[in-house]
């Protein structure tokens, strides 16, 4: 595919009507759908890669026409930037206008450019958030799933020797090939063949809206029983009042709601990613704060990870343990 | 070369390597002075020493994450920890448990998400060399879970080099195209770049687990017990955050009380049911919700581009 | 004052735009100014139809955005004003919309435009324009994802168009 000379495979040389053959439109999406981010830049993005893609096309329409090849070439290397999947139908309905530019047909240089920029910003917030935020967690979720890891979390920390079900990441990337080609498939060919008419008609239908809807109920319901199964967070905090021993973890926390703290943990969380503070940065504090909180300053230097009940803020595992803590490997 | 850009991007660059710097000198660096003083025993890990041959195909493993070979699929699939820790295990002999350390990293990059090049860390670099270090260091789940954070880091600046740096190439395209050539801006799309990112993501991931995976793996087993329950106590934690991270695009209006229910029946159920279980019950709720509240929800759109498209616009409208 | 925020994005109405400043912001109309995409039916059909349910987007040429914003100033309603280019915040201001702050998103390279501050690049006619803005007492900041922290355009802003050396 990546033939050196412009003039070598001019195959139009014919009169008449320019047409895009099917073999035409197909690679150029085999192109966008490998090397779509190849050459992914801070200056212009996707910008080369919108132009490699458009090459089969240029090649057919104008191959043999030296001016309009370099014209065609420029035109598609100003700054681009969508999602590489829902966004193929900006390809779809660019190879759209560029033939029936080829063809004769007003179309300027500007018109082209201005659909390809007009509809980048659209259809990356469409996309990103249908395949990056909703598909893609979802499926990992379903991956981590299927691995076993839930069950080894509840169980201990430990997962030497332990073997989780390969399966898991096996069907993620089976489903998601399934989705992310399949997607690119379908805007480009449909982009293609309805034009713009195809993306106002997919808009109006407010089919993207339900999708979006149903797809965040479930990912909702997803995220909720995630947090039950992997957010852990147990204080080893003890009080002496008087004779007894008050534990703040079963003795206060767990009464007014069982798994009170993983569910404040993860809604404090969203709240101050939302207001702004970076992810990285969170990660970097919450390691902190667990070693901070893991210093055993209240009592004995724990023999085994899972006795630091009672000389730690913080308790790995489990809440401490009753009368003593067993005497688990590490 | 790295260097590149101007004033800020450089500066911000700099902090983060500061941020990995003090994130390692926290991990790493006190820990150690504490256990050097302490001399707690420690009974020697059993450490899985990582052959060359090894070391090169996890190197090649990374390029390939974020190459275009793999049908451009490499940033759904081998970019995330899930599918990069069961290839490791599968190099590493052990695909079952590096199927399981995959899955945990992957927790942390759940919502993980990247809009108009910007990265929040890389799950690639994690995904790789930290279950790399977690599998050669039988690391426990948490602290395979910290470990994948300093490391993910690193790899914001293997993601800023190669966005940087493809810059130029982007302008080598450009000339291509004034000699109307049209394999000049194809191999500017293709071969410079991946040589570049051939270069900035094999070479220093072959070498780097080749000669540190175990050793990181020896000095984490050889933090003192409390410092390990820090680390056991990050892996029950830092989940929260990839979840929290994915809840910033979904948590919002009618289907925020989906979260509460699904904590509630995962949490009443005493996590018997499997996610899967949850899925199915979510994909039933979720059509429900969808017939009962989609319509008011996708026509809320519709009147109001009828209303704000000026007459004139609304008169072609009718026409077509 | 309701008006909440004017950006000028080459993208216009993207993800960020509305996942991270429509929502921060707490604005109840996203006001799009640009003459090209207001003549044009189907981008503009676009960009209100791709706005995620609940987000309602208005798309004018620059004139008409003056008005519009001039009205929605005296409403209780706050507007986020999406432009593609400072010369139609330059022209807004000039005709009376009293914008104290502009925010530079995103201006992607082009062949008249050069590096301004990292991936923000910028025309000559571009520059002089923030400058002049700047005068009028607009604050001209860089702020590209609300995860950065704002670049006064005056920090980089060069007399010439050139780059800025640091």
Redesign the interface.
Known sequence: MSSTETATSGATAAGGEKRITRKDLLMSWLIWTFFSHSNYNYERLQASAFAHAMTPIIKRLYGGDKEQTREALQRHLVFFNTSPDFGAVIHGVTIAMEEQKANGEEITDNAITSTKTGLMGPMAGIGDTIGQGIVVPLLIALGISITGLGAQVQQSGDLTGITGNPLGPILYFILVAVFSIGVTYIMYTQGYKQGRSFVTSVLKSGLMDKVILGASVLGNIVLGGLTAQFVKVYVGWTVQAGETTVRIQQDVLDKILPGLLPLALVVLTWWLLKRGWHPIKLLVIYVIVCVVGAIPFMGPQPQYITDACGSSILQPYGPCADPLPPAEGE | MVKN?????RLSRGAKIS?VIS?LV??IGIPTAVQAMTL?EVEPSTTVTISLFQSILIGLGYYLSQ???I???S???LN?P??A??LV?VILG????G??????I???Y?????????I??DPGLAGWVGTTI?IAG?????A?L?IA?PI??LG?VVWNA??????A??HM??R????????G??????L???AWLFLITFVPVTIAVFIGASFIGDVINGF??????????????????G??????????????P??????????VLG?E????V??V???A???L??VF???R??????P??EK??SDK?AE??AAR | MTLSLVRVDDRLIHGQVIAVWYRALGADVIVVADDETAADEFLSDVLVLAAPAGVEVEVYTVDDAAARITELAESSDRAFVLVRSPISVLRMVEQGVPIPLLNIGGMGAASNRSKLYRNISASASEIDAMHALERLGTKVEIRIVADDSAVPFSSVAPPATNSNGV
């Open positions: 850009p101007k004033g800020e991007r941020l994130t926290v991990i707690t190459s275009p070979w049908a451009g699929l940033f759904y699939t995330r899930l599918v820790g069961l295990g052990d695909p079952g448990q199927a399981l350390i995959g899955a945990a992957n927790l942390i759940l919502g993980f998400i990247s809009a108009g090049g910007a929040p860390g977690a039988s690391l426990n789940y948490g395979a910290a954070v993910g880091l914001t190669r966005m940087t740096v493809d810059s190439f982007m395209a450009d291509a195209a004034d000699r109307a050539d049209i394999g801006v194809v191999r500017a799309n293709i410079y770049p991946q003192p017990v409390w410092l390990l329950g820090g680390l056991a106590i990050a892996g029950g934690i830092l989940p929260a955050i979840i929290a991270m994915n809840m910033k695009f979904i948590f919002l209006g009618s289907a925020i989906y979260f509460f229910v699904g904590y509630l029946v995962m949490v996590n049911v499997s996610i899967m949850l899925a019950i979510g994909v709720l979720a059509f919700h969808v509240l989609g319509d929800v996708s026509n809320a759109s519709k109001k581009s704000l498209r616009s072609s409208e």
